[in-house]
């Protein structure tokens, strides 16, 4: 790195701490200031902050693409826009009328306490930050020749240490500024490389035949399920926190729709990057296919614009996972055991212990696990099934509620058959029987409401 480069990159760091943190005028006082600013968050705050917090896994889109092909967009890309779309139109508006603050707290209003705390167990693994403070550790380590241990500490401090004070609204704020430097960056690399080595029509036209194959010489199986993890939209809880503090469910139903807008424009320019890389770059380190594509192209200063956009892209996942999950942790398992009088108002210190307590274990798991490769694609098989069709008919049912019992089967028989496929497979070395753990599980979820739920509704009609 050059010093200009790093000079760039320090600078962001500190315009981010005085943003995040010293342009902070004062400290929310409320719970719903301190979780959802209030519910006033604007049309443009909304979009920037789900824009940005989408594409913490920047690394891994580089790194499919560079080994997959276009492949990356049939998996990463549209299927997202198709989920985004019926969550805009049938499921934003209603998650800002009913006025929950968390999906658990959903869980909790309409099936009971215990569904409630098991579903935010499970949100906490969905919403983990860990692989993203991964990818920002190994970024520091690369680039500044520190030792993982530290740049890992230096990631996850600078992602998080404005929320302690800001909550949700230093979040957003950050957040704006971050969703210039992401595109920014990638429309510099784009530019860079039209302009040495060719138009992106020229590339993929010398592309070998494998890397424009939509399947990537994988199994359509094995893609559709990537499709169906997309449904993981309906119960992210980035998602319905965004829609629940929006200021009207018209605001949550646009924001979606303009930011898969923005979404389709930030993919085409990743996978066109990409795409450059295949035949440009000769490495062993996909997952760096980005940063080494900047370091043979952009020339000094523009290396260190384009560097701080995939800082800005992984820190902006990092502080809102790391938020949701010391939400989830603080307020939907820990205020919820305390069942005393005076906790009802004291609902932030319990936030503040999730967010110390979420922080310690991600890192941790960084550090003691230094790979993510298929830990999405695991988690979503396994988590997804088991919360996915309970959220989604709660929500749109009118005064849909089921006895305690029945709700917390329903969340668990999934999970344990994805568990139980996944662990068979594992055991095999081969895909249980060909089928994804993925399958199975939405089939029990779907059998269970179908013939238990709804004879149990029927009898007591």
């Given amino acids: 790195m050059h010093l200009?480069?790093?000079?760039?990159?320090?600078?962001?760091?500190?315009?981010?701490?005085?943003?995040?943190?010293?342009?902070?005028?004062?400290?929310?006082?409320?719970?719903?200031?301190?979780?959802?600013?209030?519910?006033?968050?604007?049309?443009?705050?909304?979009?920037?902050?789900?824009?940005?917090?989408?594409y913490g896994a920047i690394l891994g889109i580089g790194e499919n693409t560079y080994l997959y092909g276009i492949q990356t967009w049939f998996i990463f890309s549209f299927p997202y826009y198709i989920f985004a779309l019926i969550y805009a139109f049938f499921i934003a508006p209603n998650i800002r009328k009913k006025?929950?603050?968390?999906?658990?707290?959903?869980?909790?209003?309409?099936?009971g306490e215990k569904s409630g705390i098991i579903s935010a167990i499970l949100i906490i693994f969905l919403a983990s930050p860990a692989p993203y403070i991964l990818s920002m550790g190994v970024l520091i380590q690369y680039f500044f020749?520190?030792?993982?241990?530290?740049?890992?500490?230096?990631?996850?401090?600078?992602?998080?240490?404005?929320?302690?004070?800001?909550?949700?609204?230093?979040?957003?704020?950050?957040?704006?500024?971050?969703?210039?430097?992401?595109?920014?960056?990638?429309?510099?690399?784009?530019?860079?490389?039209?302009?040495?080595?060719?138009?992106?029509?020229?590339?993929?036209?010398?592309?070998p035949k494998n890397f424009t194959d939509?399947?990537?010489?994988?199994?359509?199986?094995?893609?559709?399920?990537?499709?169906?993890?997309?449904?993981?939209?309906?119960i992210d809880p980035g998602f319905f926190q965004r829609c629940a503090a929006a200021k009207t469910p018209e605001i949550a139903k646009k924001g979606i729709l303009i930011a898969i807008g923005f979404w389709a424009i930030f993919d085409t320019l990743t996978l066109f990057c990409g795409l450059y890389a295949i035949n440009y770059l000769k490495t062993d380190q996909a997952l760096l296919?980005?940063?080494?594509?900047?370091?043979?192209?952009?020339?000094?200063?523009?290396?260190?614009?384009?560097?701080?956009?995939?800082?800005?892209?992984?820190?902006?996942?990092?502080?809102?996972?790391?938020?949701?999950?010391?939400?989830?942790?603080?307020?939907?398992?820990?205020?919820?055991?305390?069942?005393?009088?005076?906790?009802?108002?004291?609902?932030?210190?319990?936030?503040?212990?999730?967010?110390?307590f979420i922080s310690t274990i991600s890192l941790t798991l960084a550090y003691l696990i230094p790979s993510v490769v298929g830990l999405l694609f695991t988690l979503g098989s396994i988590i997804i099934p088991a919360l996915i069709l309970p959220f989604i008919v709660s929500l749109i049912v009118?005064?849909?509620?089921?006895?305690?019992?029945?709700?917390?089967?329903?969340?668990?028989?999934?999970?344990?058959?994805?568990?139980?496929?996944?662990?068979?497979?594992k055991t095999q070395g081969l895909i249980f029987l060909k089928i994804e753990p993925f399958y199975p599980g939405m089939i029990g979820s779907f059998l269970y409401y179908f013939i238990i739920i709804r004879g149990h509704q029927w009898q007591l009609k």
């Fill in 99 to 111: 006025g929950f603050v968390s999906i658990p707290d959903h869980f909790h209003a309409h099936f």
């Fill in 4 to 54: 200009i480069d790093s000079g760039i990159i320090l600078g962001y760091f500190l315009f981010l701490l005085w943003v995040g943190f010293f342009r902070q005028k004062s400290n929310p006082k409320t719970t719903d200031s301190f979780i959802l600013s209030g519910r006033r968050l604007s049309l443009i705050g909304f979009v920037a902050t789900l824009v940005t917090t989408w």
């Fill in 398 to 425: 009118k005064d849909f509620s089921l006895p305690e019992k029945l709700s917390i089967q329903w969340i668990l028989i999934p999970l344990f058959i994805s568990f139980l496929w996944l662990l068979l497979s």
């Fill in 289 to 356: 296919t980005y940063p080494l594509l900047a370091i043979n192209i952009l020339p000094v200063g523009f290396l260190g614009l384009f560097m701080t956009g995939i800082f800005a892209i992984i820190m902006s996942t990092i502080d809102s996972l790391s938020f949701i999950s010391a939400i989830t942790f603080g307020r939907d398992i820990l205020w919820r055991l305390n069942h005393k009088p005076e906790h009802k108002k004291s609902i932030i210190p319990f936030i503040k212990t999730g967010l110390i």
């Fill in 214 to 234: 939509p399947l990537g010489g994988n199994t359509v199986q094995y893609v559709l399920v990537w499709f169906f993890i997309a449904a993981w939209t309906f």
């Fill in 145 to 207: 020749n520190i030792a993982l241990g530290t740049s890992l500490i230096i990631a996850t401090l600078f992602s998080i240490f404005y929320l302690w004070n800001g909550g949700f609204s230093a979040v957003v704020r950050t957040d704006l500024f971050q969703f210039i430097c992401m595109f920014l960056s990638f429309f510099i690399l784009f530019g860079f490389l039209w302009e040495k080595i060719g138009s992106p029509l020229q590339i993929i036209e010398n592309l």
